[in-house]
């Protein structure tokens, strides 16, 4: 289960706080992603990105920000902003865009309190 | 954008059983088409793919088939085994949603021993 990890496991926050939510890979993958999982709604993209400094929203951007300043990083931010963000979060890589495997990591449970 | 609906929800099957999950895409231009297999308080990984120049591919006692003309595609998990107890979910990449992977809502499957 190597490659892609994923901190903190589980993570508490008061409502208006922001909060960072790490991902790190080893793979040497370009591709790097962001999904939101809830109960019944399957894995839904946050942000996506192919190429160091360079990112996409994906279909729930509102809410979120990333960066990727360094290939084998992806840190997604929770901004206040969001509505409703207890959620389980899962960072994913692949070594190119779209077509190959995305290797998951362990994912965050972000719980608002 | 991509847009792919998974059926059915959920899933109960006897040990020994067949168990067929289909979906339907709806970008004509999506040419790959993974399945992944989620156990409980897992990361989702990868169990089978298959890319839009092919009909039919097997790997034990899995199989996916695609329909391209009718944009569907679906899992078939022969002689269940109570460890194959999952949530799986089908995905689609390619055309405009090149670069990433719009997933399905996820089956629950238990099966009964």
């Known amino acids: 289960d190597g490659g892609i990890t994923q901190s903190p496991k589980y993570l508490f926050r008061k409502e208006g706080q922001n909060v960072t939510l790490s991902c790190e890979q080893n793979l040497n993958h370009d591709a790097m992603y962001w999904y939101r999982q809830d109960p019944g709604q399957g894995l839904r993209l946050i942000y996506y990105s192919q190429i160091v400094n360079d990112f996409q929203k994906g279909d729930i951007a509102e809410g979120y920000s990333v960066s990727r300043e360094k290939k084998e990083s992806f840190p997604l931010t929770v901004t206040s902003a969001q509505k409703n963000p207890t959620a389980f979060y899962l960072c994913?890589?692949?070594?190119?865009?779209?077509?190959?495997?995305?290797?998951f990591g362990p994912g965050t449970r972000l719980t608002v309190l | 954008g991509e847009n792919v609906e998974q059926h059915p929800s959920t899933l109960s099957v006897q040990e020994g059983d067949s168990a067929v999950i289909k979906c339907t895409y709806s970008d004509s231009a999506s040419n790959y088409f993974p399945w992944y297999k989620q156990e409980l308080g897992k990361r989702p990984q990868l169990i089978i793919d298959?890319?839009?120049?092919?009909g039919e591919k097997k790997d034990q006692r899995i199989a996916v088939t695609l329909n391209k003309t009718a944009k569907h595609f679906s899992l078939h998990i022969t002689e269940t085994q109570p460890e194959d107890s999952a949530v799986y979910f089908c995905a689609a990449s390619g055309g405009t949603s090149y670069g990433k992977l719009t997933f399905g809502q996820g089956t629950i499957l238990t099966v009964h021993p």
């Open positions: 298959i890319r839009s120049n092919v």
């Open positions: 994913a890589s692949s070594s190119t865009g779209g077509r190959n495997e995305q290797f």
